[in-house]
């Protein structure tokens, strides 16, 4: 019966806050995370934990899928430099700094760089929450390396997990295969993954079927990954970003819709659900902190947040200077950000679910059967600094966006005009062979033919908003939509009067949803 409770308590937990957040204005993980916090001091809910399996096995594939599914390549490709050296080289210095200081804290070197590891990569999915606010250049850095930077750090943390439990050894090429076959080994796991996928899309003719293969796409990668000793981070990754350019020319209509619908419902589920269950952990971290005394920890945890916070800022406002010196190219020299901007970076450095999972699957035993040192320590360091990044700089972030002053991002608006001119422009000029061909003519011919050029010349309008065709766009969207709920109530009366079945009134409705989503999203008429 718990089970239930902790479903129900999830969902009602995701949606008071989610609509609270988009009310108050507020970075959602924020109140995620806190509603999680005094839902975990119930006394009914402190035997409910955040099973570390949980998250690197089932939340994390399906989130990063989905992220990475959703992303640009394109802009990768042009950032790969940035974001390279982001997910990897930052990743390592910040465990570095990280373990440093823990270590003059008092934790030996194998603890202190296994707190380091955990700390070290940001949060994919309290990344995701920024899209909406950010230029589509930084919110593509920031996704790209919150994808990438579990992997680097995984690889560290296993490391220094395996030394200190005496089960690995520290050596240069032992170390640089390790990494070789993380990234290598993943890479060649999700391009296989992707390529299955699309060769099953190929002789699937079933949306459903299809979208099976999806969900299961993401684990699969994850799973013949691991299967390899490779990282299944980077394997769902690829695989995401690998369809993201196959799967527009096997996928049909109808099967994206289905899919887009279930992967933009499950994906902001799991988000939420992560944070409240990262939320609920922290009490239980408190209550399990024995090593060192409660003052001592929060010290810890304020040094800590500190390094993590210092590095990445000094990473920002060091390596483009180092890059600048290096790197004198001209489109180099477009690529450059302002000091501003790099503020935003550095404040968006979120740290979430993976960190926590990571320090709650330190083991309780080493090798010798004696106990893992300072692990309470490093579960509540770790759910500290989730905290602190989450809230402070979440509360923060909103305040810097206004300092910053970045300017409007209108490229995505740009490009998606010129796709639109273009396609219709080639549709229409290909139309007197495509009839001909199908041996369609007279009326029809000519209805669409008008349709066409209708619709190219409100696009051609849209460049000034006050072209009379866009008022008269507007007008007709708002006509259609009103109309559209006549329907429905003449729909759901014949219901009610028994003269049509459910099924008949579900089918229709279908077809209505579709015109009024086209509609309430002021898409140009076709």
Known sequence: ???????????????????????????????????????????????????????????????????????????????????????????IATAAAVAAVAHALGLAWGPAWVLGAAVAPTDATAVAVLARLLPRRIVTILRA?????????????????????????????????????????????????????????????????????????????????????????????VAGLALSQLGPRVIG???????????????????????????????????????????????????ISATVIGTRFAWNFTTPYLLRALDRRPQQRL????????????????????????????????????????RDTIIFVVSGVIVVTLVAQGLALPAVLRWARLPADTSVERERRLAETAATEEALAALPEVAARLGVAGEPLERIRAEYEEHLQLLRAQEGTEDERVRHAADYAALRLELLGRKRATLLRLRHERRIDDVVLRQIQARLDIEEVRLARREPVE
């Open 1 to 91: 019966m718990l089970a239930l409770e902790i479903v129900v308590i999830l969902g009602v937990a995701v949606l008071v806050s989610s609509v609270a957040a988009r009310r108050w204005r507020v970075v959602p993980p924020v109140l995620l995370l806190a509603v999680g916090s005094l839902l975990g001091l119930l006394p009914a809910l402190r035997g409910v934990g955040l099973p570390p399996e949980a998250v690197l096995l089932l939340f994390l594939p399906a989130l990063l899928y989905w992220e990475s599914l959703t992303t640009s390549l394109r802009e990768i490709r042009t950032n790969l430099r940035v974001i390279v050296l982001l997910s990897t080289v930052l990743v």
């Open 145 to 237: 390396e919150s994808l990438v930077n579990d992997g680097t750090a995984l690889v560290i943390y296993g490391l220094a997990v395996g030394i200190t439990v005496g089960e690995e050894h520290l050596g240069g090429l032992h170390v640089t295969w390790l990494f070789v076959l993380a990234y290598g080994g993943g890479a060649l796991a999700g391009l296989a993954v992707a390529g299955l996928a699309v060769l099953a899309r190929r002789h699937l003719r079933e949306p459903t079927h299809e979208n099976v293969v999806s969900v299961l796409t993401p684990f699969s990668a994850f799973l013949l990954a691991e299967l390899a000793h490779a990282s299944g981070v980077v394997a769902v990754v």
């Open 253 to 303: 209509a109808e099967t994206r819709q289905q899919a887009q619908g279930f992967w933009t419902l499950t994906t902001f589920l799991l988000n939420g659900a992560l944070f409240v269950l990262v939320g609920l952990q922290l009490p239980a971290s408190v209550r399990e902190l024995t090593s060192v005394g409660l003052t001592r920890a929060l010290v810890a945890v304020a040094l």
């Open 335 to 374: 690529r450059r950000v302002p000091a501003r901007t790099r503020v935003v970076s550095a404040t968006a450095g979120f740290r979430g679910a993976v960190s926590l999972a990571a320090a709650l699957a330190v083991p309780e035993t080493l090798r010798t059967g004696a106990p893992f040192p300072a």
